[in-house]
Structure formats: structure tokens, C-alpha cells
């Protein structure tokens, strides 16, 4: 069974830096691309970041380019999501997900993609 576990979330202080991590297994890792997305309650989930199944591609959001840089561990089955500068306005919960592509697929639409974790929790305070 494919399961995507987030951790590393938590209370930050604005400026301050955080990393997600997202442990994948049930699925053969190094065939998917995978992404952080978040989302306020009340809101569209919204794209933060992607990465190819072997890191070729990356995108990123224009709130978070500059701040915040995803990488991947295929040996791990992780994917990581490093966060600085954080502002209020990242405050939300952080989704891992997961879909198989080719080595340059790292698709920006939540609709694309199979396998979602539970999300983390991240709060950054003003």
C-alpha cells in the first residue's frame, strides 16, 4: 500500500527556516516525481514545489522561489522541502504527493497527482 508520511513541521518565528521531510513507501520511488503542496483552511490547495523523478527538473511556486529548495534522496525513498525566510503568509499545511513521470515531469496541478501524504502543520509567526 503507497503511503507518504510528512514530518517536520511545526512554529516558526518569521525569518526563521524549517525542513519538511516526506518518506514514501508501496511505490517504487525513483519512477515517480514528487511535490509540496499547501493549503488554508478555506482555500485551493496551492503548488509550492516539484522535482522530477531524478531531480533533472525542478519548480517552484513565485512566493517560495529564492526561499525554498526541494531535493530528493532515491536511495531514502525522501523527499525534502528546506524553507527560509519564512513568512506568515507560508503558514499552512504542507502536502507531500507523488505521481509516476518521465525524467523531466514535474507537473505545478494537484490534479495530476496519485498519492497524497497527510500533511504537517506549518505555522510561521509575525
Known amino acids: 500500500q503507497e503511503q507518504l508520511v510528512e514530518s517536520g513541521g511545526g512554529l516558526v518565528t518569521a525569518g526563521g527556516s524549517l525542513r519538511l521531510s516526506c518518506s514514501v513507501s508501496g511505490l517504487t520511488f525513483s519512477r515517480h516525481a514528487m511535490a509540496w503542496f499547501r493549503q488554508v483552511t478555506g482555500k485551493e490547495r496551492e503548488f509550492v514545489t516539484a522535482?522530477?523523478?531524478?531531480?533533472?527538473?525542478?519548480e517552484y511556486a513565485d512566493s517560495v522561489k529564492d526561499r525554498f529548495t526541494i531535493s530528493r534522496d532515491n536511495a531514502k525513498n525522501s523527499v525534502i522541502l528546506h524553507m527560509s525566510s519564512l513568512k506568515p503568509e507560508d503558514t499552512a499545511v504542507y502536502y507531500c504527493?507523488?505521481?509516476?513521470?518521465?525524467?523531466?515531469?514535474?507537473?505545478?496541478?494537484?490534479?495530476?497527482?496519485?498519492?497524497w501524504g497527510q500533511g504537517t502543520q506549518v505555522t510561521v509567526s509575525s
Open positions: 522535482i522530477s523523478r531524478n531531480a533533472v527538473t525542478t
Open positions: 504527493a507523488a505521481v509516476r513521470g518521465s525524467d523531466y515531469y514535474a507537473p505545478r496541478a494537484y490534479a495530476l497527482y496519485d498519492y
